[in-house]
Nanobody, 129 residues
């Protein structure tokens, strides 16, 4: 059974940085599609960044140039480095994964039609002005 555990959330002031980590256990698929999503109160869940097989990366326009997704296969971990944080980045951040092909990985990232199969419990990020 695949389990995803996020960590690294917290409270920071605007302009600060955080690094989120997501450790995957029980993942034995040959393809890896992993992503970070966030959901703020009263808003829909949105894709923040995704990475396919440790190479292809996708980012939401709102975080391009500020966030970086990376993957360490030896540690079964995907990271989200978040710099220049803004109050509007405040949300619960979720890690997700699946063994989708490239198109499916991107599709799940942008909200459909595919939906990633495995999800973590989330880690809260709060950015104050």
């Amino acid at each position: 059974q695949v389990q995803l555990v996020e960590s690294g959330g917290g409270s920071v002031q605007a302009g600060g940085s955080l690094r989120l980590s997501c450790v995957a256990s029980g993942y034995t698929y040959s393809r890896t599609c992993m992503g970070w999503f966030r959901q703020a109160p009263g808003k829909e869940r949105e894709g923040v960044a995704a990475i396919y097989n440790g190479q292809n990366t996708y980012y939401a326009d709102s975080v391009k140039g500020r966030f970086t997704i990376s993957q360490d296969n030896a540690k079964n971990t995907v990271y989200l480095q978040m710099n220049s944080l803004k109050p509007e980045d405040t949300a619960m951040y979720y890690c997700a994964a699946d063994n989708l092909l490239t198109y499916g990985c991107y599709s799940g990232f942008v909200g459909g039609p595919y939906v990633y199969k495995y999800w973590g419990q989330g880690t809260q990020v709060t950015v104050s002005s």
